[in-house]
């Protein structure tokens, strides 16, 4: 199913077809962001209402990017009035299915390496976590997340390598388990 046109009907049905099959991403956006389960979810929800109330501004093209950058400002309101700027729980409680083949030591490595890297993710600061989310995990271009976050390319190319630096040092720096 593709975007709609430029100056097509827009309705309930129109923004539901469009918007829900992207919550998911506006729900890891968000929890990186607010680093709470609860304030994410109020935030998406939030968002989801605020644009399905301006759907009838909505002039096609990537309804995704649409979405998340609604999503972002959201949250980065919500910050600004008050949120809590405290680690919280991991990014994720949800645990690694096994991959098919794996044995139980490999697929305990696995979960655990997950783990670590949801640790470490939670403990950049806010710009250095949302941009390695939209890129990393949403699979973001450089250029859509210059357009969702208001930065010059550069800014943003600049930002992804010290948050990507700060996340290898943040790792590297972790105790290792003897044999």
Excluded: K
Aim: with cysteine.
């Amino acid at each position: 199913m593709g975007e709609r046109p430029v100056g097509t009907a827009t309705g309930a049905d129109d923004f539901e077809a469009l918007a829900l099959r992207h919550l998911d991403a506006a729900y890891g956006l968000a929890r990186a962001l607010l680093r709470d389960e609860h304030d994410a979810q109020d935030a998406v929800q939030d968002a989801y209402v605020r644009a399905l109330r301006h759907f009838a501004g909505y002039r096609g093209g990537d309804a995704r990017a649409w979405l998340l950058a609604i999503v972002r400002n959201v949250c980065l309101t919500r910050r600004r009035r008050g949120a809590r700027d405290r680690l919280l729980t991991p990014l994720e409680e949800v645990p690694e299915l096994p991959a098919s083949g794996d044995d139980p030591e490999a697929a305990l490595l696995r979960a655990a390496g997950v783990a670590e890297v949801r640790s470490a993710l939670a403990q950049l600061g806010a710009e250095a976590r949302e941009i390695l989310v939209l890129r990393e995990l949403e699979d973001r271009s450089y250029a859509e997340i210059a357009e969702l976050s208001g930065l010059p390319l550069g800014t943003v190319m600049s930002r992804l390598a010290r948050a990507r630096a700060q996340l290898r040092r943040i790792l590297a720096a972790r105790p290792t388990e003897a044999p």
